[in-house]
């Protein structure tokens, strides 16, 4: 013991370091080398990302930055930078990723190698304080009984009753005549004073939306529209904004703050248990007497019989608000973003709206599908906007992806057991080589147009608003029913939308992509009712 002790005595702090620092370069330097050697053996390297600090510590803090700023679709452009495929690798710290914004990989990673990629044990880990063990975490048996559970709620004949829509929107006219969200139902509001006002319609969509999702899945809704202080709303916005500088972090994300993302989960699960303790006071001789055809059925009948267990609620009860309340919400803002500056498109929607629906009548379930400009609307904006605009896999095993191996990105790319795959709707559905030549009837791919879809469709593959593959999203029906019906009320109603974005953001829309891109800087806007006859 003296001996040590001794020997103790003559080793610096500094030399400790010293010598744990090269015992990490060393290990970083041989992991690096066998890797290399496991990936020349699948196949041949692609296009790396450029990086000038070691261990791509620049590359880390890169996409931080871009994501505080709303800039990660420029950032995804200048990590790709000329890459071949539109594929790109790189080794950050000890991990292996890969980005891409080309069809074929992602068909492979969403379809046709659907047992190759997953979400992972890294992202479980990464994102499970969030969201737990729900259907947008978990792989295998966890995964795909989260998907039967949902499965229900977007029957057909669940989503074409359109009254849970309608019953929303009154309040919704009325907070738009008042200019924002109501202070009580008991407000009174004249509604044609709201002509010609500005205010600020993406917090009026978020708020119906949750209405809605809230009312449809759970069976009671929170009155967002006529409450002013949402602290849920607040806190759900603040715990996205951090999960997304997390998982950005890469390697180093033990490292990032979550002060205020746990003081916004608190609040989060706190609104969660009002709808677990509804679930769990549901005794079994009620839910026998309940059955998924009935109207007043709902998710929180589904979840009561299918668990007691207050986690397992909670994870599943978070899930479908983040996809009821966000997806929906964002791309309606979008879409009256582009109404605002393109009056010709207005004009033309509502006429369609008039000659099928008329101005009074509600639409139809069968109304809604049969609208195709109204179609094309959504669709347009779902091209330019595509509600989740980057995306992660991850490897389950060694394989490969279809393209971007080799210097012109045409052989597979080998790609290792754990290696991120980072996939971006965003850029590849704006990737201009992906489209015709520009023309009178085929506009320039970052130009909105809904007419463009009379004369263009695109490729299997090259628009996954809704991602593919077993993974395709489950309310994809539900969210365009959902858009659909709110744009047909509203243009029976309104005759113009004008645009106060430009003097905000001079006509480029700030892309905040935290989970579910949404407009930076809201979407300041008026309305006009059309004159009645």
């Excluded at 700023?69 to 080794?91: S, V």
């Excluded at 949402?230 to 180093?252: H, K, Y």
Aim: aromatic share 10%; proline share 6%; charged share 25%.
């Amino acid at each position: 013991m003296g001996l040590v002790e001794t020997a103790l005595g003559y080793v610096s702090m500094s030399s400790v370091l010293l010598f744990l620092g090269v015992i990490f370069l060393v290990r970083t330097i041989y992991l690096s080398i066998d890797e290399d050697i496991r990936l020349r053996r699948l196949g041949v390297r692609g296009h790396h990302m450029n990086n000038k600090l070691p261990f791509g510590l620049d590359i880390i803090y890169k996409q931080v930055k871009a994501t505080m700023n709303h800039r990660n679709y420029e950032m995804f452009l200048k990590l790709i930078g000329d890459a071949p495929a539109y594929t790109a690798e790189a080794r950050i710290l000890a991990r292996h990723m890969v980005i891409t914004a080309d069809p074929e990989n992602i068909k492979a990673v969403l379809a046709t190698q659907f047992a190759d990629f997953g979400k992972g044990e890294q992202f479980h880990r990464e994102w499970s304080e969030f969201l737990g063990d729900s259907i947008f975490t978990t792989d295998g048996q966890l995964w795909h009984a989260s998907r039967q559970l949902i499965r229900p709620q977007f029957s057909r004949e669940r989503i074409s009753d359109l009254h849970c829509f309608e019953s929303h929107l009154e309040t919704f006219f009325k907070a738009i005549a008042n200019g924002g969200v109501l202070n009580g139902e008991e407000q009174q509001v004249d509604i044609e004073a709201g002509n010609g006002k500005p205010f600020d319609i993406s917090e009026l969509l978020f708020r119906y939306t949750l209405d809605v999702a809230t009312d449809f899945l759970l069976g009671m809704d929170v009155q967002s529209l006529t409450t002013p202080r949402q602290p849920f709303a607040d806190a759900f916005n603040e715990v996205q904004r951090m999960q997304n500088i997390i998982a950005r972090a890469g390697p180093l994300y033990p490292f990032v703050s979550r002060k205020s993302f746990r003081e916004g989960l608190k609040v989060v699960n706190e609104f969660c248990n009002i709808y677990i303790d509804r679930a769990l006071r549901l005794s079994p001789e009620e839910l026998a007497t309940k059955t998924k055809s009935d109207q007043d059925y709902t998710f929180l009948h589904e979840l009561a019989s299918f668990t007691r267990d207050r986690k397992v609620l909670r994870d599943q009860i978070l899930a479908v608000l983040l996809a009821g309340r966000d997806t929906t919400a964002a791309t309606l803002s979008f879409a009256f973003y582009e109404l605002g500056r393109h009056p010709e498109v207005v004009q033309k929607m509502r006429q369609e709206i008039i000659n099928q629906v008329g101005l009074h009548r509600t639409p139809t379930y069968e109304d809604l599908k049969s609208m195709k400009y109204v179609q094309n609307v959504l669709n347009e904006t779902l091209r330019l906007y595509p509600a989740v605009p980057f995306n992660v896999r991850t490897a389950l095993k060694d394989t490969t992806l279809p393209r971007g191996g080799g210097p012109d990105g045409t052989l597979p790319l080998p790609v290792l057991k754990d290696t991120s795959i980072g996939y971006s709707p965003l850029v590849m559905h704006r990737r201009a080589d992906l489209y015709p030549p520009v023309s009178e009837k085929h506009p320039d791919p970052t130009v909105f147009s809904p007419d463009r879809w009379y004369n263009w469709q695109p490729k299997p593959w090259q628009y996954i608003p809704f991602n593919g593959g077993p993974r395709i999203c489950i309310g994809q029906q539900f969210a365009l029913t959902e858009m659909a019906y709110v744009l047909t009320r509203m243009f029976q109603r309104f005759e113009r939308v004008e645009s106060f974005m430009h003097e905000i953001d001079g006509g480029k829309p700030k892309l905040k992509a935290e989970i579910v891109i949404q407009p930076g800087d809201g979407v300041k806007v008026a309305l006009w009712e059309a004159k009645k006859n």
